[in-house]
């Protein structure tokens, strides 16, 4: 077995949508970045690539490659699920967590859930995602960004 650990942040912009989770959720602001900028899913990818030892989505991925502009993060994800098998590790579990002061994301967690655990082709029991304010504290708290953390277990396909 192998853990990974991961993190992202994106700020919070006009004129964007907002996707975690691979849910377009309804929001005055979406988060800015290369791709559709989806934290939780970043996140998750980070902790995937840690648990085999392959860097992180910045060298997977770069924000200097236009093929990747404005891309779905999902579609980043199956990228990195192909990796994961050719590499032949699957998903124990994921355990995420998605820090924004607004808005309330509760009603989307199923939703994203279902997501990953299509691309990654896991049972919905392998994927667990909580939604957590920072108590008006921080960039967070002053609504300026988003942050997402996610810890991942791997097994080997022959265990």
Do not use: W
């Amino acid at each position: 077995m192998r853990i990974g650990f991961g993190f992202d942040v994106h700020e919070l912009v006009d004129k964007r949508n907002l996707i975690i989770g691979g849910v377009d959720i309804p929001h005055e602001k979406g988060l800015l970045g290369h791709s559709d900028a989806d934290v939780l899913i970043h996140a998750i990818m980070d902790s995937i690539l840690g648990a085999m030892a392959l860097g992180d989505i910045g060298y997977h991925f770069p924000d200097t490659d236009q093929q990747y502009k404005d891309i779905s993060s999902l579609i980043l994800l199956e990228k990195v699920k192909d990796t994961m098998d050719s590499n032949g590790f699957k998903i124990g579990n994921i355990d995420a967590t998605v820090a924004a002061q607004s808005p309330k994301l509760a009603p989307f967690i199923l939703e994203m859930r279902k997501n990953i655990s299509r691309v990654l082709e896991c049972s919905l029991g392998d994927i667990n995602i909580k939604a957590t304010t920072t108590e008006k504290l921080g960039f967070v708290g002053r609504k300026e960004g988003i942050s997402s953390y996610s810890v991942c277990m791997l097994k080997a396909v022959n265990s």
